[in-house]
């Protein structure tokens, strides 16, 4: 029995021994995989049998990234791997590195120095967001794209190179950048994307290069110091006319230079389209001849704060959202008998406007189409509106979180239709009903049968006498 208890035991012994140095074994490869060195953390890819840095605590203030370990290359710099490091000042990156991921350096707002190897292929989305110390940098010839907000936000940043590998600058690639004063886009680009260059207060030139052949969407809007930009000769997409940016053709213009010297502009004979946000924020334009322009964009005059008057051209049929929202300086508009319809904010907070007609073939006026006109006396209304929308006009708010109010003095005629009258009778808005009624109530008393007029209106008015009994 005893003998027995102690060989059980023996084996019992060696059996955990055996589990114990086994679990050790398997905790010192994991240990390998993962490895910390001066609070910068590489994990290892087996299948690739090289490391990536991973991360980094955020006190650091320096990284110097290691080239290698035990033989085993550094080739990445993992999303997100830097990211927050607010305090370091310094950076080494070796040219081992092949990639740098994904909000890699985000928000190292320390950091002025970033000198990018030659070994780098590929740069990930918000790489260096929000790196506002950061003067000047050097994007390596084998990187072909500039991917989605990789200088996002870089306030400091004054000076990039490009190299001629580039094709595509992404989506809001140098979104805020203000203390950019020059930019030169190599012969290699195809493509800007969307808001690029959106808010880039500080450049004044862009060149659109000749292979370049899509700028998406406001890519160059906020600009506020742009005041040229110019298309490569053979470029068979785009054109430019006086530092005017125009489709091939110049059939459509797409964006007016916000910093433009020009005060008074007149669109060229072919153009019959102008893009949305085409003029928004030309801050020293006063006067503005569309010439045979047949549709207006979103937001085209938006934040024109010198414009003072515009003809809109027959054919027109919409005002869109937004078109002169914010035009401080209006006062005057013309409207012609083709537009149906005006949009939201249409001519939001243009304090100067004191009066518009209508058109007749106007059947909608939008929500807050002419909320805080202050200026505004006198509004007629030709046709019979079917929609009136939310606080449309003779209404204004000192902030947005103020409930409106009716305008001072301000009238507004119409003739007829039921949702104009609804609308004056919600907001208690002075108004002249030039169709037959006006806001003075007439009481008739005492009329058996007869004719009266009302608003150079006819009215037939009989009424059956009741007979009396005789006693």
């Known amino acids: 029995m005893k003998k027995g208890f102690i060989f059980s035991m023996l084996c019992t012994g060696l059996i955990s021994g055996s589990i114990f140095f086994s679990a050790i074994n398997q905790f010192t490869v994991s240990a390998a995989d993962s490895v910390e060195i001066d609070d910068i953390t590489y994990e290892l890819n087996t299948e690739t049998n090289t490391y990536s840095v991973t991360h980094g ?7 110097d990234i290691k080239s290698e370990i035990d033989g085993i290359p550094v080739t990445s710099i993992g999303k997100g791997a ?8 310094s950076l080494k990156i070796p040219d081992s590195i092949l990639s740098i991921d994904e909000s890699a350096f985000y928000s190292c707002s320390g950091l002025d120095t970033i000198n990018i190897p030659s ?3 590929s740069i990930g989305k918000g790489a260096f967001q929000d790196c506002q110390s950061v003067k000047e940098i050097t994007i390596p010839k084998n990187v072909n794209i500039l991917s989605q907000a990789i200088f996002y936000d870089c306030t400091s940043l004054e000076k990039v190179s490009l190299p001629d590998t580039v094709a595509l600058i992404g989506q809001e690639a140098f979104h805020g950048c203000t203390a950019i004063k020059n930019i030169s886009l190599p012969d290699s680009v195809v493509q800007i994307d969307t808001y ?7 450049i004044k030139n862009i060149n659109i290069p000749e292979q370049c052949v899509q700028i998406g969407d406001y890519a160059f809007e906020g600009c506020s110091g742009l005041e040229n930009i110019s298309v490569a000769k053979n470029n068979p997409v785009y054109d430019d006319e006086n530092g005017i940016l125009f489709s091939e053709g110049y059939t459509k213009l797409i964006k007016y230079p916000d910093s433009s010297p020009e005060t008074v502009y007149i669109v060229p004979d072919n153009c019959t389209v102008l893009a949305d946000w085409s003029f928004t924020g030309a801050s020293k334009l006063k006067e503005i001849d569309l010439n045979n322009v047949a549709q207006i964009g979103k937001d085209a005059f938006f934040y024109c704060q010198s414009l003072k008057k515009i003809e809109i051209p027959n054919g027109v049929v919409e005002i869109p959202d937004n078109t002169f929202a914010y035009c401080s300086s209006l006062e005057s508009v013309r409207l012609p008998s083709s537009v149906t319809r005006i949009g939201n904010y249409a001519f ?3 304090g100067m406007l004191e009066e518009i007609i209508i058109p007749a073939n106007v059947t909608e006026i939008g929500d807050y189409s002419f909320h805080n006109c202050l200026s505004m006396k006198n509004m007629t209304i030709s046709g019979k509106l079917k929609d009136v929308g939310t606080y449309a006009f003779g209404m204004y708010s000192e902030s947005q979180e103020d409930t409106p109010e009716k305008v001072e003095d301000f009238t507004v005629k119409f003739n007829g239709g039921s949702e104009v009258k609804s609308y004056v009778k919600q907001y208690d808005i002075t108004f002249e009903n030039t169709g037959g009624s006006s806001s003075t109530l007439w009481l008739v008393v005492g009329i ?3 004719v009266i007029v009302v608003g150079g209106v006819i009215t037939f008015i009989i009424f059956r006498s009741r007979k009396k009994n005789k006693d």
Request: hydrophobic share 40%.
């Open 119 to 121: 070994s780098v292929v």
């Open 57 to 63: 605590i955020q006190s650091l203030p320096s990284a």
């Open 348 to 350: 939001y907070t243009c």
């Open 448 to 450: 058996v049968s007869g």
């Open 196 to 202: 690029a260059f959106e808010g880039c207060s500080g």
């Open 82 to 89: 830097f990211a927050g490091c607010a305090f370091m000042t």
